[in-house]
């Protein structure tokens, strides 16, 4: 006796329809038949309340894509953009370990988990990082960002943007968009769309932080600076934006300063004239993150997901925590590494060590000048334990010292001396690499904010049990979007600082992904 699918039982189809990926193919499923059309409808919603349910209660797993060499690859980067269009995953910019930054545009089929370059067409944006990238009717909208010049003329400070661009998904084109009035070049904001309008907040502008809100009108392209009440969140970087409705949003976290980052939140009530600022009672702070800045957050339902370094992974005798040796050494503190306090530090970065980079091409490196190879003994060793743009690899710092001291009239013994610390490097290299391995990984933390836009305006940190190896290691400067039934995080930077380690102050240890990371609930056993 033959049978067809449409033989079996609802409940055997949708469990059927349930282990299809939930982006076009099971979108395409509805198309079959009304039966198939109501049978796949019932799944989505039932995939969603699991979601939803899964967040809640913290039961969420991660699973790494493994990279294939043979297709087409987006190169490593932080500090990109990236938001979700139907069934794809868009990226835009970002930077190297280098500063080197890049104005391209990737698109990842979430389908197939497959990365495909644009080649688009119109007035491209500059090379830049921490721009804000967002969806409204079939565009992206680009604002804002940062990135260093090319390497000549020497000594040129860092350039911050607020340039406006559209990107058109349908015809693939880069629109510039020029106004009358807009906000002053700002990197490191916060963006979410209300209605027709695109509303920023905060970010790093020209010498000082900000904490003021500027509106876009999407429709008429018009700029203006919205008026707030006397009561408001500090200035501000680094932080995260979540919409809640055409009238609400909510600020959380962000840094005010070098080594002062902030761990509250606040709620913009946005009707009428004066909007209206309003800070979030925040509720079990003891499971709240270390840190809650440059780490994007993610709306899920009525949770916010926000990943960061599990606190029971931090040790006191872990080799991220070393630097209790290496203090009394110094002639200055050692910071937070702040990746965007780089106005500190111009003229510090060796601009032999900067690449150039035009749409995403890379340059090659210069090694003409070497002047700034030694740098004085006199000198701080601060600007290395927080410059981002630093990249003191084995091959950029340990190499290239030992072929200026060859190329001079040293003796032979000085050559074996040269040899013998570039053995002791790459032991600390490995013994380093051996400590990650065990070391500190993303773990997820949710914030419940069912009850933020109640007259309480409270928020609750959820207890969770964390996975010790559960995630990647620790970065920053990723990106997380919510897709379906699943969050995608994508890149970012470690920066453990081997300035940590004693007799090996000139090394610094930073790396960049283009991994790609999903969390999602575990399987339903049933559709019940």
Same mark, same amino acid.
């Given at each position: 006796?033959?049978?067809?699918?449409?033989?079996?039982?609802?409940?055997?189809?949708?469990?059927?329809?349930?282990?299809?990926?939930?982006?076009?193919?099971?979108?395409?499923?509805?198309?079959?038949?009304?039966?198939?059309?109501?049978?796949?409808?019932?799944?989505?919603?039932?995939?969603?309340?699991?979601?939803?349910?899964?967040?809640?209660?913290?039961?969420?797993?991660?699973?790494?894509?493994?990279?294939?060499?043979?297709?087409?690859?987006?190169?490593?980067?932080?500090?990109?953009?990236?938001?979700?269009?139907?069934?794809?995953?868009?990226?835009?910019?970002?930077?190297?370990?280098?500063?080197?930054?890049? /104005?391209?545009? !990737?698109? *990842?089929? %979430? =389908?197939?988990?497959? @990365?495909?370059?644009?080649? $688009?067409?119109?007035?491209? #944006?500059?090379?830049?990082?921490?721009?804000?990238?967002?969806?409204?009717?079939?565009?992206?909208?680009?604002?804002?960002?940062?990135?260093?010049?090319?390497?000549?003329?020497?000594?040129?400070?860092?350039?911050?943007?607020?340039?406006?661009?559209?990107?058109?998904?349908?015809?693939?084109?880069?629109?510039?968009?020029?106004?009358?009035?807009?906000?002053?070049?700002?990197?490191?904001?916060?963006?979410?769309?209300?209605?027709?309008?695109?509303?920023?907040?905060?970010?790093?502008?020209?010498?000082?932080?900000? /904490?003021?809100? !500027?509106? *876009?009108? %999407? =429709?008429?392209?018009? @700029?203006?600076?919205?008026? $707030?009440?006397?009561?408001? #969140?500090?200035?501000?970087?680094?932080?995260?934006?979540?919409?809640?409705?055409?009238?609400?949003?909510?600020?959380?976290?962000?840094?005010?300063?070098?080594?002062?980052?902030?761990?509250?939140?606040?709620?913009?009530?946005?009707?009428?004239?004066?909007?209206?600022?309003?800070?979030?009672?925040?509720?079990?702070?003891?499971?709240?993150?270390?840190?809650?800045?440059?780490?994007?957050?993610?709306?899920?339902?009525?949770?916010?997901?926000?990943?960061?370094?599990?606190?029971?992974?931090?040790?006191?005798?872990?080799?991220?925590?070393?630097?209790?040796?290496?203090?009394?050494?110094?002639?200055?503190?050692?910071? $937070?590494?702040?990746?965007?306090?780089?106005?500190?530090?111009?003229?510090?970065?060796?601009?032999?060590?900067?690449?150039?980079?035009?749409?995403?091409?890379?340059?090659?490196?210069?090694?003409?000048?070497?002047?700034?190879?030694?740098?004085?003994?006199?000198?701080?060793?601060?600007?290395?334990?927080?410059?981002?743009?630093?990249?003191?690899?084995?091959?950029?710092?340990?190499?290239?010292?030992?072929?200026?001291?060859?190329?001079?009239?040293?003796?032979?013994?000085?050559?074996?001396?040269?040899?013998?610390?570039?053995?002791?490097?790459?032991?600390?290299?490995?013994?380093?690499?051996?400590?990650?391995?065990?070391?500190?990984?993303?773990? $997820?933390?949710?914030?419940?904010?069912?009850?933020?836009?109640?007259?309480?305006?409270?928020?609750?940190?959820?207890?969770?049990?964390?996975?010790?190896?559960?995630?990647?290691?620790?970065?920053?400067?990723?990106?997380?979007?919510?897709?379906?039934?699943?969050?995608?995080?994508?890149?970012?930077?470690?920066?453990?600082?081997?300035?940590?380690?004693?007799?090996?102050?000139?090394?610094?240890?930073?790396?960049?992904?283009?991994?790609?990371?999903?969390?999602?609930?575990?399987?339903?056993?049933?559709?019940?």
């Amino acid at each position: 006796m033959e049978c067809k699918i449409d033989d079996l039982p609802d409940v055997l189809l949708e469990y059927i329809l349930s282990l299809i990926p939930p982006y076009k193919d099971l979108q395409e499923c509805k198309l079959v038949s009304k039966k198939w059309f109501h049978i796949t409808k019932n799944v989505i919603q039932l995939n969603k309340k699991h979601f939803h349910k899964s967040v809640a209660n913290g039961l969420l797993l991660w699973s790494t894509w493994p990279s294939t060499h043979w297709m087409p690859t987006i190169g490593k980067r932080h500090s990109h953009s990236a938001c979700i269009y139907k069934n794809s995953m868009y990226v835009f910019g970002g930077c190297t370990a280098t500063c080197t930054a890049f /104005n391209d545009l !990737w698109r *990842l089929d %979430l =389908d197939t988990r497959t @990365w495909v370059r644009l080649i $688009t067409m119109g007035s491209y #944006p500059s090379p830049k990082a921490c721009a804000t990238m967002l969806y409204y009717k079939k565009s992206f909208i680009l604002f804002g960002g940062w990135s260093f010049p090319a390497p000549y003329p020497l000594l040129q400070q860092w350039k911050l943007y607020n340039e406006l661009h559209v990107y058109s998904i349908e015809s693939n084109k880069w629109v510039a968009i020029n106004t009358l009035e807009s906000p002053p070049p700002t990197s490191a904001h916060s963006a979410s769309i209300h209605k027709n309008y695109m509303v920023v907040f905060g970010g790093m502008c020209s010498g000082y932080r900000s /904490n003021n809100v !500027w509106c *876009l009108n %999407l =429709d008429s392209y018009n @700029w203006h600076k919205q008026d $707030t009440s006397n009561l408001k #969140p500090q200035p501000r970087y680094g932080q995260s934006q979540i919409e809640l409705g055409d009238n609400h949003l909510l600020v959380l976290g962000g840094c005010t300063g070098p080594n002062v980052t902030m761990t509250d939140a606040w709620l913009l009530n946005m009707e009428g004239t004066v909007w209206t600022w309003s800070k979030v009672n925040m509720h079990n702070t003891e499971w709240a993150p270390t840190r809650l800045w440059s780490h994007q957050a993610c709306k899920v339902g009525n949770y916010i997901i926000v990943l960061s370094v599990n606190k029971c992974q931090r040790k006191p005798n872990d080799t991220n925590i070393s630097l209790k040796k290496v203090t009394c050494q110094r002639t200055t503190p050692s910071r $937070t590494y702040d990746p965007f306090h780089l106005h500190e530090r111009q003229g510090n970065v060796s601009q032999n060590e900067r690449e150039v980079n035009v749409n995403g091409r890379h340059g090659s490196f210069s090694r003409a000048t070497v002047q700034n190879a030694h740098p004085s003994p006199h000198a701080p060793s601060l600007t290395k334990s927080i410059t981002l743009c630093h990249d003191n690899s084995l091959s950029m710092a340990a190499f290239r010292d030992e072929q200026i001291r060859y190329g001079s009239n040293s003796n032979r013994q000085r050559q074996l001396e040269s040899i013998r610390r570039m053995e002791e490097r790459i032991k600390t290299i490995e013994q380093l690499n051996m400590a990650k391995k065990s070391g500190s990984t993303l773990s $997820t933390f949710v914030l419940d904010i069912t009850n933020v836009l109640c007259d309480e305006c409270t928020a609750s940190w959820i207890p969770l049990k964390h996975n010790n190896h559960s995630g990647p290691d620790q970065r920053i400067l990723h990106s997380l979007v919510a897709g379906r039934g699943e969050l995608i995080v994508f890149g970012g930077i470690r920066k453990e600082g081997l300035t940590s380690v004693v007799n090996n102050p000139d090394m610094d240890d930073s790396k960049v992904y283009n991994d790609l990371h999903f969390i999602s609930p575990p399987r339903r056993n049933s559709l019940v």
